[in-house]
């Protein structure tokens, strides 16, 4: 979705085959337009044919539409057609983008900017027009240069550029100009959110996604063929970009349906390339389910999914290499080696990784050299080759703080501030010249709207009743729950019976979410259902009832955090790691304190007991961390090697004397020290003034 003119184009030339066929029925669209071509004189005519044909070849023959490209561009130079060569560049940069050459892209697309910006000083209304229109598109393109290469900074400025010209453009009397405004809009909807994506800020990436989609949708629905596939083809994108935030927030039932949704449509439209796309992402969903059903130690199920992941990837890089699609082959390499690491061949992992990497250094992809050298620190390490596993470690850091930063992250932020204040202000003055002009009509439309307002009072009044049958109906349906709940929940206290501390808190955790919860949820149902009865005599009174919902909603909450603090319900379920990661979520989305958590050679769980006392040690050091050590960074990391667990933790804050932890009178120390002792381990604890402080914890499993 980063590149509008192409897409115009492409129904363009659909138009022309369709006019073609019904011309020379005896030829295929391209014989038709190589007829043309062979009866064209060196005109503007010429120039537009073979940029046609340079279009129409550039997914099966690439090198023949570079071809007909460099004819087209010699051919508008030599008779001083701008808009001619204005075309051969993006065709040009369209075809090193396929290819994955971003930096020749890039060069193509800013020699593209420069001509509609001499066309929009031209005194022709028809050239500046065009300019204009021109430039939205060459920022679109570069922002997708910029992103493909990591730079999503830079690239989240260009697609808010592109966003604004194209909102004026929607806002033409002119039918086709709205309409390619829309369309224009809608693809940098999906641009910036996939740079929101890129930076984890998933609840924006999705709300840019789905305004996205809804005006995709609505282009699905025209009754003008070439609308109706640009539409669906934007769908189609829509789908994926949201299938990935659902992938990256570990729903993966979710994310697959998604991914299906964009496949299919891709397969309607025969769009052969982004099908590679899908293969590749689906490939990675049947991943993770066999990374969960190994946790589960279903090892059958395990293989089965690895398996289907590997076809997929396959298919993929089938597709990728035809096409000569480095991007994709990049990737798609990436994730095989990936596979290879959970299935313990570390040796064609490193392989894998390695043909990634040179793809992405050839490319300037940074995120796939990320990860490629991400993988391959992995696969070293399980090779216990520590050296090489850190030289990689330390390259995937660099790269990872180049892309990734705080700065970064408010920069997109202000820019797109900045562009919805500007919005606003537009949309304001819009509003008031609108209000000016309505002022007129409002005083003949006045009895319309009295006889409206009966009609509506009318409605209002059926919907009223109709809503208290229901809830009449809902109140009969929530009491006869809460009587079988209670008779539930009442059977379940006989049955509980007193274990070890761990499993007290297990049960008071359950006790707390299952029970209290469940009470104090249907307390604050009821009492909400009766403001809507209850008739208050003073406006006090219903202010004391209004805050005693308040503090039974707040009263829930606690519930919840204690109940999880007792006993994260991750921590039992799915494991050591996944309740950390929970852990280390929460704490972030505090914005107090930054966690990064790194879990390395976890193919299976740990018994119960070691796990729990693992998790009581990170939250209590954790806990000292936000109380005591005034810190803005934690790094932790969880190694599995062997029969032994290290766990590392260390942060940026002010440090303490050690020597004091003796004489402490706390109970956190001692609770610490006393599980590592419980499970065979060692402390160490590293602390200066002012330099921050490292713990290194090694359990023994075996």
Aim: glycine residues 6%.
């Amino acid at each position: 979705m980063l590149k509008s003119s192409f897409i115009k184009k492409f129904f363009l030339i659909i138009f022309l085959n369709l006019i073609s066929a019904i011309c020379l029925p005896q030829n295929n669209p391209l014989d038709s337009l190589k007829n043309i071509l062979q009866k064209s004189k060196d005109d503007t005519s010429k120039v537009n044919t073979l940029i046609d044909i340079c279009f129409y070849t550039l997914f099966s023959s690439p090198d023949k539409a570079f071809d007909y490209a460099q004819k087209a561009l010699e051919l508008s130079r030599k008779i001083g057609y701008k808009k001619g060569i204005l075309m051969c560049y993006n065709k040009i940069g369209i075809i090193y983008w396929n290819q994955g050459n971003y930096e020749l892209a890039l060069k193509n697309y800013f020699k593209s900017l420069k001509i509609c910006e001499e066309l929009c000083r031209s005194f022709d209304f028809a050239e500046a027009s065009a300019g204009k229109d021109g430039i939205a598109d060459c920022y679109n393109n570069i922002g997708g240069v910029y992103h493909k290469q990591g730079n999503y900074t830079i690239a989240a400025g260009y697609f808010q550029k592109a966003l604004k010209i194209f909102e004026e453009l929607a806002q033409s009397p002119d039918t086709a100009k709205a309409i390619s405004g829309k369309k224009g809009i809608a693809t940098c909807y999906s641009n910036i959110g996939l740079v929101h994506w890129n930076h984890y800020n998933y609840s924006d990436a999705v709300e840019y996604f789905l305004k996205a989609l809804k005006i995709f949708e609505g282009l699905s629905q025209s009754l003008v063929k070439s609308e109706a596939m640009a539409g669906k083809k934007g769908m189609a994108s829509s789908y994926g970009n949201i299938g990935n935030v659902y992938h990256y927030q570990n729903n993966f039932k979710v994310a697959l349906e998604y991914y299906q949704k964009s496949l299919k449509l891709y397969e309607e439209l025969k769009d052969i390339n982004c099908m590679s796309l899908c293969y590749n992402n689906i490939g990675n969903i049947h991943y993770y389910f066999g990374s969960l059903s190994w946790l589960q130690k279903d090892n059958k199920k395990a293989r089965q999914d690895y398996q289907k992941a590997l076809e997929y990837f396959e298919k993929a890089l089938k597709i990728a290499e035809e096409f000569g699609d480095n991007n994709g082959i990049s990737q798609v390499l990436g994730n095989i080696a990936v596979l290879n690491i959970q299935l313990y061949n570390y040796n064609e992992a490193v392989q894998f990784a390695e043909k990634s990497l040179n793809y992405a250094k050839k490319i300037g992809a940074l995120p796939i050299e990320k990860d490629a050298y991400g993988t391959l620190a992995t696969a070293y390490d399980s090779l216990r080759n520590y050296k090489k596993a850190y030289e990689f470690h330390k390259l995937y850091k660099q790269i990872d703080d180049s892309i990734f930063n705080e700065k970064n992250n408010k920069q997109i932020k202000e820019m797109e501030a900045k562009y919805q204040n500007e919005k606003k202000r537009k949309e304001i003055e819009l509003l008031n010249e609108k209000t000016k002009k309505q002022d007129i009509i409002i005083r003949h439309e006045k009895e319309i709207k009295r006889i409206q307002l009966i009609l509506l009072s009318g409605a209002l009044c059926l919907l009223i009743l109709l809503f208290l049958l229901i809830y009449s109906r809902h109140k009969h349906e929530q009491k006869v729950k809460m009587a079988n709940a209670l008779s539930e929940q009442h059977k379940l206290r006989f049955k509980e019976i007193i274990e070890a501390e761990e499993k007290e808190r297990k049960r008071i955790a359950e006790d707390l979410h299952d029970s209290l919860g469940q009470i104090l949820s249907t307390a604050k149902l009821n009492m909400s259902e009766l403001e809507d009865v209850i008739v208050f005599k003073e406006q006090n009174d219903k202010a004391v009832f209004q805050n005693a919902i308040v503090l039974v909603n707040e009263s829930c909450q606690e519930v919840r955090n204690i109940s999880h603090n007792i006993m994260p319900g991750a921590l039992i379920k799915l494991g050591l790691i996944p309740a950390v990661k929970e852990l280390v979520s929460k704490i972030n989305k505090s914005k107090k304190l930054v966690v990064e958590f790194n879990a390395q050679c976890f193919t299976q769980r740990l018994d119960e007991s070691t796990e729990i006392a693992l998790y009581r040690i990170i939250q209590e050091i954790m806990n000292n961390i936000i109380k005591h050590a005034e810190a803005e960074k934690v790094n932790i990391e969880i190694l599995k090697n062997n029969n032994a667990v290290t766990l590392i933790i260390n942060d940026n804050g002010k440090g303490f004397d050690i020597s004091k932890i003796e004489k402490s009178s706390g109970i956190g120390w001692k609770n610490i020290f006393s599980r590592v002792s419980f499970l065979n381990g060692s402390i160490n604890i590293d602390s200066k003034h002012n330099e921050g402080t490292t713990i290194n914890i090694i359990l023994c499993t075996g």
